[in-house]
């Protein structure tokens, strides 16, 4: 009687999701969604589990919440992985952080991996530098493998945080035009075309970001009802759309996607209205 | 009605005279302290994005104008009990890079508004020993404007209490822009190299730099929509946002307490671990 409930709920559950799909299918659909995957560590104290299950959790959260916006037909899915901040915690957490890591980017370029199904191309992208070597080098191979996947994008943020992004495109911005400068003295270029040279614009410093593979995000999740953004896309969030529901992240489900999707949905005119005004 | 007047004046007045009675009391003493709110966890540096009222105008079948008006008032009040609660400094967005492309007369009255409010509101800031700073790209402003911002900026610069910072043409990505520019000027006349730009370069540079906390604790944000607008983009990495439902002429003092209490359950950890 039991597993009969169960089966009936299941397909209860199908059936009003296959609904929620075909209704937010109607609609515009989010080019860039971002996550900020927060509550790890939070679900696993509540569940009694050991530390570190916590982030295990939330990746199987992570490959469900692709699914539903790859099948949306989402084209960029950025998350909030690990922030230089981050590297403030206990080390045997960060280590335990790191070995996920690794694991799951080895698992990545597996045949059967979601990466695969939906033909993914995966960037991980931050301060790199930061990392350890067999991090850094799993991150690179799974780059490499998926380069030439072009249906979907995964931006994985990695020893990231916003200020840091900046600062980076600002400092590559002026030794790109340094050495400009540097060359156009060896060709003896004019004064007044050498000052032209280095006038740096918002687009070479845009360019730059480790975010510039992608646009900006349309709706940005913040998991575990925190309303802030931790030093996440400050530059790339100046007009999108901030969703924080009080479920964390492990915790999230289809509902949170379509009640985001709708909400878009909801201020898209406006917000179109807005991009033709600029 | 004319022989009501006088009596309406005299009550005006009165009414007036017993409010700035009370709030010289709790200024004095500091004892009156709203419920709820723990002086020790007030937030250093409040912002607000003061949305809705053009929505509100237009709810009331009225001109947009009068719903700038209404805001200002509101505007008003708020600056003065955030001033009474210790907050140290209050940042409002008044006018956005991106509001250039409203109507004409909107714009037009927008900054005939700024004008008088400079003029004859900055007389009560300044009364509570306010210090006001206009950001933003004053270039843009019309002329008589910049003019009265200077004066109003001149004339309270060595007070000492809250500092007022009202954004004027200003947006975040034109902060980090301008930002951005001095430094690379500074990288190219030989004063600074591109590897000692780092995070507190930034800070030296952005509009709300030589302030002791440049940096909003909370932003609030009326009228329900759920995005920052283009508003402090690298000032508010690790702020708390809280988006109010009401529209800004409706929002009142007690909405601000509301703010500041939900302000002070939240737990913030900076990235780092939390104590549970």
């Not at chain 1, 597993?3 to 209704?23: D, E, P, V, W």
């Not at chain 2, 900054?111 to 006001?132: A, C, G, P, S, W």
């Not at chain 2, 609030?220 to 529209?247: C, D, H, P």
């Amino acid at each position: 009687m039991n597993t009969l409930a169960n089966t009936l709920f299941g397909n209860l559950i199908s059936f009003i999701r296959r609904i929620l799909f075909c209704i937010l299918s109607v609609g515009p659909i989010p080019n860039h969604v971002a996550f900020i995957l927060d509550g790890n560590r939070r679900f696993a104290k509540k569940l009694n589990l050991p530390e570190g299950m916590g982030h295990r959790v939330g990746f199987q959260s992570l490959i469900s919440v692709l699914r539903y916006c790859f099948d949306l037909g989402v084209k960029y899915v950025s998350v909030y992985a690990f922030s230089i901040d981050n590297f403030k915690r206990k080390p045997e957490e960060v280590q335990s952080i790191m070995d996920l890591m690794v694991e799951k980017f080895n698992e990545m370029v597996e045949e059967e991996s979601i990466v695969y199904q939906y033909s993914v191309r995966v960037y991980i992208i931050g301060n790199l530098s930061l990392l350890s070597d067999n991090v850094r080098l799993a991150a690179e191979k799974v780059m490499k493998a998926t380069s030439s996947n072009n249906k979907s994008n995964l931006i994985i943020c990695l020893a990231y945080t916003s200020t840091d992004e900046i600062v980076h495109a600002t400092q590559e911005s002026c030794d790109d035009k340094w050495a400009k400068i540097q060359s156009s003295i060896d060709g003896e270029m004019m004064e007044g075309k050498r000052e032209g040279c280095f006038v740096i614009k918002v687009a070479d410093i845009e360019r730059r970001m480790y975010m510039g593979v992608a646009p900006d995000p349309d709706i940005l999740v913040r998991t575990s009802g925190e309303t802030r953004l931790s030093n996440f896309l400050l530059w790339q969030t100046s007009n999108c759309m901030l969703y924080s529901p009080r479920a964390l992240w492990p915790e999230i489900g289809f509902l949170h996607i379509a009640w985001a999707f709708l909400e878009f949905q909801r201020t898209y005119p406006y917000l179109e209205k807005k991009r033709k005004e600029l | 009605m004319g022989s009501h007047g006088p009596i309406i004046a005299c009550f005006s007045g009165l009414a007036s005279l017993l409010k700035f009675r009370l709030a010289a009391t709790s200024n004095a003493d500091g004892a009156k302290f709203p419920e709820g709110l723990k002086r020790e966890l007030m937030p250093k540096h409040v912002a607000i994005i003061m949305d809705g009222n053009r929505r509100w105008a237009k709810n009331r079948g009225l001109p947009v104008q009068l719903g700038h008006k209404a805001g200002e008032e509101v505007m008003k009040r708020i600056a003065v009990k955030c001033s009474e609660l210790g907050v140290k400094v209050l940042t409002v967005f008044a006018f956005s890079t991106e509001n250039w492309v409203r109507p004409q007369e909107e714009v037009g009255f927008l900054m005939k508004l700024f004008e008088q409010v400079i003029q004859t509101d900055f007389n009560d800031f300044i009364r509570h020993d306010m210090q006001i700073s206009i950001i933003g790209d004053k270039s843009r402003l019309p002329k008589s404007l910049q003019s009265l911002i200077t004066t109003a900026e001149e004339s309270s610069k060595s007070n000492k209490g809250m500092r007022l910072f009202i954004a004027l043409n200003y947006s975040g990505r034109y902060d980090i822009t301008q930002a951005t520019k001095k430094i690379a000027s500074k990288v190219r006349d030989g004063i600074l190299s591109a590897q000692d730009i780092d995070e507190g370069t930034f800070d030296q540079h952005l509009e709300t730099s030589k302030i002791d906390f440049p940096n909003p604790d909370l932003l609030i944000r009326t009228s329900g929509e759920l995005r920052l607008s283009n508003f402090m983009l690298w000032q508010i990495a690790y702020t708390e946002l809280l988006f109010v439902e009401k529209l800004f002429p409706e929002f009142n003092e007690g909405d601000l307490l509301e703010a500041l209490r939900s302000f002070q359950r939240r737990q913030r950890r900076y990235g780092g671990t939390q104590v549970y």
